[in-house]
């Protein structure tokens, strides 16, 4: 059976716009199956509107970007559900709820939880509880098959 992952929005980006870790996030497309809490798809939209403002994609290309992230194989899940466990997390770890949703779901879910987000995972490993770190890893951990 195919292992699940959690994948945030660092993730899924890398999918249809190059940059950093590209190569890596599009390896894990041929082992794993994907979910997210449906946070996933505002996340994406904001971070391809981003990149055009900065001047790194053009319209069309946010647009296409967007497009394929719209077909692409992750199953969404409503975040009412998430929503207490989030809220705890993030009281408990000093971090932005809306990070915590993803966790949240890798708890839910009893499965990974896969971002590029550094910082993020830098926090998890010093304050939240141990069971809960050890669901989060990083990008080049999980393509390498170290952890």
Not at 34 to 40: K, T
Not at 54 to 81: C, K, N, P, V
Not at 99 to 120: K, Q
Request: proline share 3%; glycine share 6%; hydrophobic share 45%.
């Amino acid at each position: 059976m195919t292992e699940t992952l959690v994948i945030d929005a660092s993730i899924a980006v890398k999918w249809v716009v190059e940059e950093e870790g590209t190569p890596e996030a599009l390896g894990l497309r041929q082992s794993f199956r994907f979910i997210a809490p449906e946070l996933l798809t505002v996340e994406c939209a904001n971070i391809l509107w981003k990149k055009v403002q900065r001047g790194e994609l053009s319209r069309e290309e946010a647009q296409l970007a967007a497009s394929l992230l719209a077909r692409g194989d992750i199953e969404l899940f409503g975040m009412r559900g998430l929503l207490v466990k989030a809220t705890e997390l993030a009281m408990e770890i000093g971090h932005p709820a809306y990070d915590c949703m993803y966790v949240s779901l890798a708890i839910s879910r009893n499965c990974r939880f896969v971002t590029a987000d550094e910082r993020l995972l830098r926090i998890l490993a010093q304050k939240a509880p141990r069971n809960i770190a050890d669901l989060c890893v990083t990008l080049e951990q999980i393509s390498s098959g170290s952890h």
